[in-house]
């Protein structure tokens, strides 16, 4: 918020606190809102009859869901990186914190969580408030904040990180993430691909998954934090995802995943401590109407899972018709295809409930029902059979509902949450006949093209003949497929149509094309980068048909195979990583292509030429000034740097096990070498993770920076209102353009969204007369930032 905006809001506080402070006493605001009570009568009432909270803890639980949720930080990252980053947390910030007091009261100090790996995640009772009221706690929240930005640390609620943790991902596991977004579990599963930095193109995949078009947008944003070639993100509804095929010697098979995660929409009652509206919002009704959801979405998720796969289900909600119903459901209609994995010894040091066998059914009303038939025919289309236990005990104890996991709020202070782990054993009943595909594999030359789901250029369409349907509406899906069976032979479809024609919202994507082996494109950079015979240059795809190819990203060879051969099937959103970018003037220095910083990680093994080995003070100089002078950097950097041509070029710090007080993970940076200087290609929050890894002070600099902009940007835009009213013909795109350079953005490499979204944000405190300017830039940043985030 600016200056200008804070100085106005006091003002007007100080205006409608003028009758006294009886007044606001009454209204019980703070900012203008009234204080929600944490009370809800029902949700008592429901909660101690089903008798889910052991005996003499049912104020524990309650007074628990009235306190705040701690933060709760997950440290993300490959391994070698995350560890550097803990050690610094541990021996430099945490370390600050200790015998610290603010206001006379010790500040308490971050506590790991004990039951997940490695130390990798911490919970803190730091309020905002707290952390900016001492220098040592605002260096710590600065910390955070960037690192935040960077994507090395997650804010993500401890229960949150559970269902990974229970899903035993291998880098070789094909994975679906059914409902991904936001993507904080998406992430955890990238990493536990990517467990061995060593090796570039895991074998396994994510499949990210959502229902909502624009949280994929914000998928994509956490999933490239870790810039992965291993993840791809789609859009569909989740109980009704497309069967896929894949290409398996020559023949199509359809994709059974190894690992699926289903953390399904629920109605959220676990959730209280930090969503505090579900107090007076809550009511049995919105259990009710999700139930049928979960279950339909569970269903499909154990349909895709292969034969001895694991599928995780869970949700942030405390109640057995979200949870245990659905999967008591789930197993008595698999007929023993599914069973409940026993993880009681998996992550020891949490502390479960668990799951109940017996439960009852009650409306908003209050009005309860403990078996379907006492429930009279005009309520049975809001209380559905699924929703109760099922009463043969043989049965019942053969399904170990037990097994499942409910996470009390009280008892390590954390959300509420419901896990429970499944493993496939066989076929489902009414699957036990494959699906057929009725297409055999075409021959490809030159660009493969994939195109999204709604283009009409001749793409080949798969289809596979559908499952056997196990509801009421498979008679409906089957008249569908009749009646447009006509229509698919007229456009050259072969086998059944599906079920329906995709709905599609959102942005129309770009296609997906993949170079062709003999591309001239890639000859001059295999020879500049002198690149290993064993790249999968196959594996290179852009994002245009026509015109020059600008940007070359990188899949691994299992997700290239699933993008061929699904084309007309899949909406995708993003996948592949940044690996080149084409340089206006590169062409001159014998190649058109440099280096990106994104995809380096994933290149760096197969470069043999242009490498640098640097030293930690060269790295530091790189990372620090823009554009250095080669006499600037070490003998034997000026040496390696001396005989080779100008170019893009890579950078490589070795860390020496010898120097143990010196940064312990390796680094890898694009950079350029110049006439005379050397210089990193490197976004502005990475470059501050480097500098902070290696003890370089970067808080006053980055805050001293942060206001100059600030003062720059609020005086420019004061000087161009001025010749606006003067009638001055000013073009808005200089002015975006103009204030993006003084902000501080990094060189012309870097995306312009950070920038374009600071200008407009910095716009919005401006006062009520800079409006007309304001529409403007702020269309323009929309924009920009639209097509950042979709290439």
Known sequence: MGRRARDRRRQQQQRSGGGGDGDQAVRGWSGGYPEIVKENELFERYYRELGIVPAGEWDAFMAALREPLPATLRITGYRSHAKEILH?????????????EVDGQKVEMPQSLSWYPEELAWHTNLS???????????????FLVSETECGNISRQEAVSMIPPLLLNVNPHHKILDMCAAPGSKTAQLIEMLHADMNVPFPKGFVIANDVDNKRCYLLVHQAKRLNSPCIMVVNHDASSIPNLQIDVDGRKEVLFYDRILCDVPCSGDGT???????????????????HGLQLRIATRGVEQLAEGGRMVYSTCSLNPIENEAVIASLLEKSQGALELADVSSELPGLK????????????????WFEEWKDVPSNRQTQIRPTMFPVKDEEKLKAMNLERCLRILPHHQNTGGFFVAVLIKKSPMPWNKRQPKV?????QRTGDT????PNSDNGSECIAVEPALAENEES???QELQNSDTEQSKKEGVCGPPPSKKMKLFGFKEDPFVFLPEDDPLFLPIQKFYALDPSFPKMNLLTRTQEGKKRQLYMVSEELRNVLLNNSEKMKVINTGIKVWSRNSDGEQFGCAFRLAQE????????IHARIIDVCIEDVKILLTQENPFLSKFSTETQKKVKDMAMGSIVLKYNPDPEKPDELQCPIVLCGWQGKTSLRAFVPKNERLHYLRMMGVEVFKAKRKEEEESESKTEEEVQRRLAQTEEGMDVEEHDLVTKMEAEVGEESSHSPVESSAMEVENKMEDLDQSSKIVNSHVSQESKDTDTSNVKD
């Open 475 to 477: 008679k409906k899906v």
């Open 272 to 290: 209280m401590r930090k969503n505090i509206d579900v107090w007076k919002k809550w009511t049995t009704q919105n259990s009710l109407q999700l």
């Open 88 to 100: 610094c947390l541990k021996e430099k910030y945490f370390k600050e914190l200790q015998d610290l």
């Open 352 to 367: 479960r409930m668990p799951g109940i066998t017996k439960w009852k059914v009650m409306l908003k009303d209050g009005q």
């Open 438 to 442: 009725h297409q055999k594999l075409p």
């Open 449 to 452: 093209d994939v195109t999204a």
């Open 128 to 142: 905002r408030k707290i952390l900016r009221k001492s220098p040592q706690l605002e260096k710590f929240h600065q």
């Open 599 to 606: 995809g380096i990680y994933t290149l760096y093994p197969f």
